[in-house]
């Protein structure tokens, strides 16, 4: 059973913008956190974003200002929203609830032009 699932990774420019989705199939969505991690090629996972059951949001320093998390419970979707994308931002993007579940497939962000 499928319970996370990421989309709308791809290709783009420096510079460039992406919206990437999580949906969470549990029943318990809207009562938990749910995070954005990523991992680049050769470096461990790290947390991106995370945002609370209710509405509150914290970033890593490197994507402060720049990426956008967000949740629509009706959807059990989480979203982030990636603005001013930079090279070191390639990375395969992982969401996952708090607590976690077995990892999904993740979505392939690369960053170049």
């Known amino acids: 059973q499928v319970q996370l699932v990421e989309s709308g990774g791809g290709l783009v420019q420096p510079g460039g913008s992406l919206t990437l989705s999580c949906l969470v199939s549990t029943s318990t969505f809207s009562i938990n956190a749910v995070a954005w991690y990523r991992q680049a090629p050769g470096k461990q996972r790290e947390l991106v974003a995370v945002i609370t059951n209710g509405g509150s949001t914290n970033y890593a320093n490197s994507v402060k200002g720049r990426f956008t998390i967000s949740r629509d419970n009706a959807k059990k979707t989480v979203y982030l929203q990636m603005n001013n994308l930079k090279p070191e931002d390639t990375a395969v993007y992982y969401c996952?609830?708090?607590?976690?579940?077995?990892w999904g497939q993740g979505t392939q962000v690369t960053v170049s032009s």
């Open positions: 996952n609830r708090v607590p976690w579940l077995p």
